[in-house]
């Protein structure tokens, strides 16, 4: 196993609430995987009652570990890193990213070779080898009321799908986020996350942000990471509200002229959503677990927006 470097290259940040196995593996696959590029690991924990902090102090007592008292959400954690990360780059990981071998050496080449990039994303895979979503466009009113997969059809270079095979690296508009190298300069320069996200719509935020100061974000193809999606976050009704939540505040700052239609066009969805998951409920007579759990959280959801968006 490597060791930790005292002068790192890179500076992997690791943000964990509740997800011990998930963080060991994800941990022992930076140890594994990069053998020939100094670096450092800072885990900030937000809070966690799993034994995750005393599991990492044990295998792992080279990481250094930032304890939360409270939750403090996705964007605040990865800023407590960046104040004190000593690498040329940072690179962001989720608990529930595995790094495959030569992934963080292909982001490394190309952001070395590349002083554009602000930012480079790998692609994901779910267990099986087959592709996840990597990249994103930023979001408009298209991408709003238009299906994803339709608009992954029809404008491919706009908005990629994750059935778009590539090879070689090219520009993104926004990366998402599980495993995400930045350059330590860009940082510096446009700043760390929006701390008023708590999760969701960071990484989108800053790239748009990055864009405005003049650079880039890229896909890597050639780098692969698995991701076991939605476990570092959970996927229960709470989680689909922070993800509105982050949204309307993305539309909020970045089109506040528009962001009234905007708001009525995304619950117009949400209305839409409830109506074909009851009709779906109602032709399988209850039997599809899936499709009772989607209605529940599709009514819970208009609920919420109907006492105003609260805090969840």
Not at 94 to 113: I, R
Not at 222 to 236: F, L, T
Not at 244 to 264: D, I, Q, T, V
Not at 289 to 305: S, V
Request: proline share 5%.
């Amino acid at each position: 196993m490597p060791t930790i470097s005292t002068n790192p290259e890179i500076s992997f940040v690791v943000v964990n609430w509740n997800t011990r196995e998930y963080l060991l593996a994800c941990l022992e696959s930076i140890h594994r995987t990069v053998t020939d590029i100094p670096f450092e690991v800072l885990l900030v924990d937000n809070a966690s009652q799993d034994g995750s902090v005393e599991a990492v102090e044990g295998r792992f007592p080279g990481v250094q570990i930032i304890r939360n008292p409270t939750n403090r959400g996705f964007a605040t954690a990865n800023n407590q890193a960046f104040a004190c990360m000593r690498g040329r780059y940072a690179l962001l990981l989720n608990t529930d990213a595995v790094l495959l071998d030569g992934a963080v050496k292909a982001l490394h080449t190309f952001m070395e070779t590349h002083g554009d990039a602000a930012m480079a994303c790998g692609q994901l895979l779910n267990r099986d080898g087959t592709r996840q979503r990597s990249a994103a466009a930023f979001p408009s009113w298209l991408t709003l009321v238009a299906n994803e997969t339709v608009l992954n059809l029809l404008f491919p270079r706009k908005y990629p799908g994750k059935h778009r095979a590539s090879t070689s690296p090219h520009p993104v508009d926004s990366c998402i986020g599980a495993c995400l190298m930045v350059r330590s300069s860009a940082i510096r320069e446009v700043g760390g996350f929006d701390e008023r996200y708590f999760f969701f719509f960071e990484e989108t935020d800053w790239a748009l942000q990055m864009k405005n100061a003049g650079w880039k974000s890229y896909l890597i193809p050639r780098a692969d990471i698995v991701h076991d999606q939605g476990k570092s976050v959970g996927q229960n009704v709470r989680a689909r509200i922070h993800f509105y939540r982050s949204r309307y505040h993305y539309l909020r700052k970045w089109h506040p002229r528009s962001f009234p239609l905007l708001w009525a066009l995304v619950f117009l969805r949400l209305l839409v959503n409830t109506l074909l998951s009851g009709a779906g409920v109602l032709l399988s007579f209850g039997t599809a677990r899936a499709l009772r759990h989607r209605l529940q959280t599709y009514i819970q959801l208009i609920f919420w927006h109907l006492k105003g968006c609260p805090e969840p």
